[in-house]
Nanobody, 123 residues
Framework: QVQLVESGGGLVQAGGSLRLSCAAS????????MGWFRQAPGKEREFVAG????????WYADSVKGRFTISRDNAKNTVYLQMNSLKPEDTANYYC????????????????WGQGTQVTVSS
């Protein structure tokens, strides 16, 4: 079965950096555009970043543009999210997902989800 496993979350001070990883199995990874979403307590899950199958097209939420970078290594079946200049408002559970339809910013476009990794940014 399809498995997406996130790692790399943790506690970091404001201004710091983290790199999240998402290892995929059970699917032909290079065929799927991928995305990162996040959900803070009491809030809806929101789109953070997306990447196409080859890695040459990326998309970002305005709130993270210029600070976060999504990338992928198809040889390792892994997608990454490099997060720099972290802010307390970035605190959330971060999820990776594999996309099966065209609307890259919509949860409904993603068929497979990981369990999430917690990121906490202290002020």
């Amino acid at each position: 079965q399809v498995q997406l496993v996130e790692s790399g979350g943790g506690l970091v001070q404001a201004g710091g950096s983290l790199r999240l990883s998402c290892a995929a199995s059970g699917l032909t990874f290079s065929h799927y555009p991928m995305g990162w979403f996040r959900q803070a307590p009491g809030k809806e899950r929101e789109f953070v970043a997306g990447i196409n199958w080859s890695g040459d097209s990326t998309w970002y939420a305005d709130s993270v543009k210029g600070r976060f970078t999504i990338s992928r290594d198809n040889a390792k079946n892994t997608v990454y999210l490099q997060m720099n200049s972290l802010k307390p408002e970035d605190t959330a559970n971060y999820y990776c997902a594999a996309r099966v339809s065209s609307t890259y910013y919509s949860e409904k476009a993603y068929a497979y989800w990981g369990q999430g990794t917690q990121v906490t940014v202290s002020s």
